[in-house]
């Protein structure tokens, strides 16, 4: 009897766990077909969809961003239009969505494998941007900082 409830467990294991290997795979692919689903090539690939800009700018954002940028963009940024290691920001906000602004800081290495702006901008600069882990909110402000720095008010 013992013997019995053994070979079925077994078998329930084997069972499981072959399903869930598939499973994982099924969802592996899922992710990849998320990922080419919610690509809009204005706005990148990442979690920011929509970003809402207020005007006059707001002058705390602009201030956190400017330190920002001054920390840990400006080594390879320009505030004009020369390329340093990557490209200078001169109306990169008259360029791009904000929202693909800020998915390309968020999400670097996505966005420069599988977005057709970023792999152009790599291929012109040929070093790829250095992953900065910024927050959503850090993003923001440096986004706001760039809306100043293209003549923004």
């Given at each position: 009897?013992?013997?019995?409830?053994?070979?079925?467990?077994?078998?329930?294991?084997?069972?499981?766990?072959?399903?869930?290997?598939?499973?994982?795979?099924?969802?592996?692919?899922?992710?990849?077909?998320?990922?080419?689903?919610?690509?809009?090539?204005?706005?990148?690939?990442?979690?920011?969809?929509?970003?809402?800009?207020?005007?006059?700018?707001?002058?705390?954002?602009?201030?956190?961003?400017?330190?920002?940028?001054?920390?840990?963009?400006?080594?390879?940024?320009?505030?004009?239009?020369?390329?340093?290691?990557?490209?200078?920001?001169?109306?990169?906000?008259?360029?791009?969505?904000?929202?693909?602004?800020?998915?390309?800081?968020?999400?670097?290495?996505?966005?420069?494998d599988n977005d057709d702006q970023a792999q152009e901008l790599l291929e012109s600069c040929g070093t790829r941007m250095a992953v900065e882990v910024l927050t959503l909110g850090e993003a923001r402000d440096v986004l706001e900082f760039?809306?100043?720095?293209?003549?923004?008010?």
């Amino acid at each position: 009897m013992k013997t019995w409830k053994y070979s079925i467990g077994i078998a329930l294991f084997f069972i499981v766990f072959s399903c869930a290997k598939n499973q994982s795979t099924e969802t592996a692919e899922l992710t990849k077909a998320e990922i080419d689903s919610i690509t809009d090539p204005a706005k990148g690939i990442g979690v920011v969809r929509n970003v809402a800009l207020n005007t006059p700018l707001e002058l705390d954002r602009v201030e956190k961003g400017k330190a920002i940028y001054e920390g840990e963009c400006n080594s390879c940024h320009t505030l004009d239009d020369q390329r340093l290691v990557g490209p200078g920001w001169k109306d990169i906000t008259k360029r791009r969505k904000p929202e693909w602004i800020m998915n390309m800081i968020t999400n670097v290495d996505v966005m420069l494998d599988n977005d057709d702006q970023a792999q152009e901008l790599l291929e012109s600069c040929g070093t790829r941007m250095a992953v900065e882990v910024l927050t959503l909110g850090e993003a923001r402000d440096v986004l706001e900082f760039m809306r100043q720095n293209d003549g923004e008010k």
